[in-house]
């Protein structure tokens, strides 16, 4: 009962537009209907629910680490009547076994839409969940074509990535990401450690500001905000 009147609370905001994915918008028109989503950390589906209906032939894959807000997403979908979605419990990583994610803060609080993968000495209440990769769930799962993925993990992105190298290698798809350095920084790395492994790999960078997507050199990344990784043979108009 409690996930279900969750999911009414957050089928509400949707409908009421107060869960904007303006980000997400000039991105659709590059979608054909059949193509596959993967949203890696989806929380309340704000990039899901338009997505799915963008792919009328395709499919999107949520990932949400929490087993309680992967039930809510779940049942938030069925109120939407959104059949081609499929709500992946487990946290996104590099290898694929168990993590601890921090899901409360030190004082009790749930981290909304901030859970992230415990790094073993973070303040606050954790939980274990199955971890797996996104080239090992593709092996899975490989139907479709992947053309387009967020990456939203509160820090965790090069982690993801690393375990999406095969998967990206072979579908070339668009990569959003949230960015940010103080959260790269639990994890080990640098936001310009990404901007490398895309670099590498034939992708040019573009950062979402003002409502709109515009080149970006990273040595000019001022370490917070939105960043799309295009293919180099992937026209895309600013």
């Not at 081609?84 to 694929?96: F, I, L, P, Q």
């Amino acid at each position: 009962m409690k996930r279900l009147l969750h999911a009414l609370v957050w089928a509400r905001r949707h409908r009421a537009g107060r869960l904007p994915a303006l980000e997400l918008l000039p991105l659709l028109r590059l979608l054909a209907p059949d193509d596959v989503f993967l949203d890696i950390g989806v929380h309340a589906g704000s990039w899901t629910i338009p997505a799915s209906r963008a792919l009328p032939a395709g499919h999107v894959y949520a990932f949400e680490a929490l087993p309680y807000y992967a039930g809510v997403l779940k049942a938030t979908l069925a109120l939407f009547g959104r059949r081609n979605v499929t709500v992946v419990v487990g946290a996104v990583s590099d290898t694929e076994g168990e993590v601890e994610v921090v899901w409360k803060d030190a004082t009790g609080r749930r981290l909304t839409g901030m859970t992230r993968i415990s790094q073993g000495n973070d303040p606050g209440e954790k939980v274990r969940v199955r971890a797996l990769t996104i080239d090992g769930f593709r092996m899975r799962n490989p139907h479709g074509r992947v053309r387009l993925v967020k990456c939203d993990v509160e820090g965790a992105e090069l982690k993801v990535l690393r375990g999406a190298a095969a998967t990206i290698d072979r579908s070339r798809p668009l990569v959003f990401c949230e960015l940010y350095s103080a959260y790269c920084a639990r994890y080990g790395y640098s936001v310009h450690d990404v901007f490398a492994f895309f670099s590498g790999r034939g992708y040019r960078t573009m950062e979402f500001e003002g409502g709109a997507f515009r080149v970006l050199e990273p040595a000019s990344y001022r370490g917070a905000g939105d960043v799309l990784f295009v293919p180099d043979e992937v026209p895309f108009d600013t």
